[in-house]
Every structure is written in structure tokens, then in C-alpha cells.
């Protein structure tokens, strides 16, 4: 190479889009009520993204049946706008019957998917389709330390086709250490025995380097773990923690729960393939078979 092209440039005319346009990325939470869903997205933000149930274990009504309810908030971070989706499922598992709880859910993640497909087929298409598709199913799986339910196999079954779903343990301060290290091994062996995909699934590994790295990650899932808004004392610094008889369990240190390295993971290493393989997988698989539809 005799001189300088400059093809390098490419990655800072990337931030610098990025940086005007900002982009959309939209979390769902699943898991019944009071496992501290609404806590854990706010303790990942950082903020108050996501309404928490006030007084929930008292007057708090549970609705009738399983519904959708969307919060939006931008979020700026070193220049960078992302704007931030949460969609709640309030009602999940909480019914006498949970039989059909997959379906409202299943329905919601189609329909965006059909509204950017709408967008796409349009003569005029927009400059940018703004994005509503569901990029991250967070799962929260009771910490009973027993099995997972029928409800727990059957959502993630029937949605792992169509959602990016992350299981994770919740509360994992209610149980100790031993504890939750045997459920996980539990869990883990359900979620295999019942076929059941979780992200980042090892299909769409697109190399040896990114299979080893997810391998790591795919060892520790489900991710046990612990969220809060209440800031404690500890060696002279103020964290996020939850008092237990045992002492204070510190949300953001490794040693303590796995509330770190889900946020590692989810955030710092991960958003941009939780947006691609929404796209290239998930939303792809949709649009053909719309399409094949309407050929047919
Ligand atoms: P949601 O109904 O799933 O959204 O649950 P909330 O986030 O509203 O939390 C329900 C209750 O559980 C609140 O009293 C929270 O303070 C508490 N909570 C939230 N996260 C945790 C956790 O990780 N461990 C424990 N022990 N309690 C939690
Ligand atoms: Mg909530």
C-alpha cells in the first residue's frame, strides 16, 4: 500500500451519525407481579424508567388480564441519545388460569414488527422507520429454588422465535449462595431438556472469537439477579444495595449478584447485536412469512 485511502474514517463518520440521530432501543419485562421488574429496569437506567408498583404488595390491582403498557424516555449519555422503550406486562402470571398469558404479549411483538413491515412496503418510505420492535425480553424466574413452571417453559418457548429472551433470576437476595447456585443448574437444565433458545443463541455465534465470548456468558445465565433504588453507607461510599439479616447485598458488586455483569452484558457489550439479531432474525423471519402470504 503505496499511501493513505482513509477507509478507517468510516467508524468516526459512524459516531457522528449516531451522535445526531441517537437510536431506539425497547426492553420488555415478563415475570408476574412483585418480583421487581419495574426496580430492575430502573436500577439499569439508573432512573425512574420504569413505574414502579406503589405499595404493591397491598393496593396495588392486579389487572384482570395480561396488559401491555409502554414508557418512553430519552436518555443522554456522552452525547449520545437513546431512546428508551419499556414495555411492561402487568398481569402476567397473576391470573387463577395462566393458560393463554403468552398470547397478548406474542401479539404486542407482531404487531411492531408489522408496523415497521407497513413502513418498509410504503412507496414513500421514511427518511428513518421509527423502531418499535421489542429488542430484549428480560424473564424473570421466580426464586422458588424449585422447578420452572408450565408458564415459565411455555412463554419461552412459544417466544424465543420471535423475541430476544434473557432469563434471569430474580430477587436473588432471598436465597443464599449455595441456593442459588443449585437453581441455576436446575434452571439451566430445563431450559435444555425443553429446547428452549435463549439470546445470545448459538446459531447465530458468527465466529469462533464471538462463540468462545458468548459461550462465557450463555455459562453464567441465567443471570441471578438483585435491584434497588435505595442507596446504602458502605466503606465510605454510597451504593445501591438492599439490607438483608446478612448484611448489606451490594447491587453492582460481582461477589454479591449477578446485577453486573447482566448490565455488562446487556448495555456495554450486547445492545448493538440485541438490535441486529432483532432485525436480521427475528423481524426477517416475520417479513417472509407475511410476504409468502400475500404471494401464496
Ligand atoms: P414488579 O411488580 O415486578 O415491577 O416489582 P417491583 O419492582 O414493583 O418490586 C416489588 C417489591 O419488591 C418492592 O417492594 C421492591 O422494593 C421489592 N424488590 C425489588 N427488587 C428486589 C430484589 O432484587 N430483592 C428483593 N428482596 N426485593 C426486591
Ligand atoms: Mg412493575
Redesign the pocket.
Known sequence: LLGYIGIDTIIEQMRKKTMKTGFDFNIMVV?H????????VNTLFKSQVSR??AG?ARDEKIPKTVEIKTVSHVIEEGGVKMKLTVVDTPGFGDQINNDNCWEPISKYINEQFEKFLKEEVNITRKKRIPDTRVHCCLYFIPPTGHCLRQLDTEFMRRLSHSVNIIPVIA?A??MTMEERLEFKQRVKKELETNGIEFYPQKEFDDDMEDKSDNDKIREVMPFAV???DKEHQVNSKRVLG?KTPWGIIEVENPNHCEFAQLRDFLIRSHLQDLKEVTHNIHYETYRAKRLNENGG
Open positions: 415475570g407481579s412483585g418480583l421487581g421488574k419495574s426496580t430492575l414502579k408498583s404493591w430477587k437476595d432471598t438483585v435491584g434497588s438492599r
